[in-house]
């Protein structure tokens, strides 16, 4: 069979998941297929693929928007449980930065934050303070935006110098004693779709249990990054930012945390389909961990470009340990398997039950990078 043949259209698949018959498989499932079937074989036996990521970020913002209080009041200052929030032309929009994300997963686990504002007064609205407890149910509308959820791979972090070193991916123990890797590797999104190419503005993905959209290119988005022969990507390249409705994440789905030197960070599994509309697409969803390779970098240097110490093949890091500069090292992962696994099952069963939209993207993440460094 000839990557040209047997091709597929967003149409067959979408009547195939109406009429029920949707052929769906995590990516490792289909791995397990091809290795046991064959490429060709598999890709008849599979319609769509899907991925999943549970990594944790701090490239993350919300929104609330809030109705109307009485008398009204015109907001110009607030904060929520004493952090400030930004307010949007003295409506009742407020935006909040990773440094809330404590208290959005309280709101979301069925608690209350206390809110305090300070109003500009006006004859329409002479209110000048408003201090409320507000539940979810007492919020109109809001939304979780996720800067960066879904990146194309990730790196390998070590550091070279003595003692702990606190990085963004978790303390290491150096020199070149611990490290750890950001992506997970074959079953990834990034490492399953190459490029995110059937992925862009509007593009439905699975976040937290809710549908969330693809708003477009994420920061840091780097499409032009050296790739392998079959065009996976060899270092952090394409990335994509996805925005969620509060009200529908599931409780519980936000795992918050506190990185050393670096603030709060967010845990929070992305799941993906990749449709499978012919064989190319197929060939590069199959990869399996022997072919895929992340850059090994040294964040004990203070600086913005960190020295590459190489690439290491993720059957190493998969492994728990790899070998650097004739030395073992101890490899651990910066993220969460289990919570991928089973966001990466939630989807197949969405997929297969029509609970869950497959759409090809009218327009691409696009090839300008998004990282585009502050003068030295």
Not at 155 to 166: N, W, Y
Request: net charge neutral; hydrophobic share 45%.
């Amino acid at each position: 069979m000839s990557d040209l043949g047997s091709t597929r259209c967003e149409g067959q698949l979408i009547e195939r998941q109406q009429s029920g018959l949707l052929q769906v498989r995590t990516a490792e499932q289909f791995r397990a297929l091809v290795a046991e079937q064959g490429l060709a074989q598999a890709y008849e036996a599979t319609d769509v693929v899907v991925a999943a990521d549970a990594g944790f970020t701090n490239q993350v913002s919300w929104q609330l928007s809030l109705g109307p209080s009485d008398p009204p009041i015109r907001l110009r200052q607030a904060q929520l449980d004493g952090l400030e929030a930004l307010c949007g032309s003295g409506s009742g929009e407020l935006l909040l930065s990773a440094a809330s994300l404590p208290s959005l997963a309280a709101l979301l686990a069925g608690g209350s934050i206390e809110l305090s504002a300070i109003g500009e007064v006006t004859p329409l609205q002479p209110r000048r303070e408003l201090n409320a407890s507000l539940s979810l149910d007492q919020i109109g509308g809001g939304r979780l935006l996720l800067h960066r959820a879904i990146v194309e791979n990730g790196i390998v972090g070590i550091s070279s110098s003595a003692g702990l070193t606190a990085t963004h991916l978790g303390p290491l123990v150096g020199p070149l004693v611990s490290c750890l890797y950001a992506c997970g590797g074959p079953g990834s999104i990034g490492l399953t779709m190459p490029g995110l190419g059937l992925l862009g503005p509007g593009s439905p993905v699975l976040v937290g249990g809710a549908i969330g959209w693809v708003v477009g290119p994420g920061s840091g988005h780097q499409p032009e990054v050296p790739r392998s022969a079959l065009g996976h990507a060899l270092a952090p390249g394409a990335s994509a930012a996805v925005s969620v409705d509060l009200h529908q994440l599931q409780s519980g789905s936000l795992r918050i945390c506190r990185f050393e030197g670096h603030g709060a960070a967010l845990l929070l599994p992305v799941a993906a389909a990749v449709p499978l509309l012919n064989l190319s697409i197929a060939r590069q969803a199959a990869a399996g961990a022997e072919l895929l390779e992340a850059p090994v970098l040294d964040l004990g240097i203070p600086r913005r470009l960190k020295p590459c110490l190489g690439r290491v093949r993720y059957t190493e890091l998969l492994s728990g340990q790899l070998t650097l500069q004739g030395r073992p090292i101890t490899c651990s992962p910066a993220h969460s398997p289990r919570l991928a696994a089973a966001a990466a099952e939630e989807l197949v069963c969405r997929l297969r039950e029509g609970r869950f939209p497959l759409r090809l993207p009218w327009q691409s993440l696009g090839s300008r990078s998004t990282l585009v460094p502050l003068a030295d």
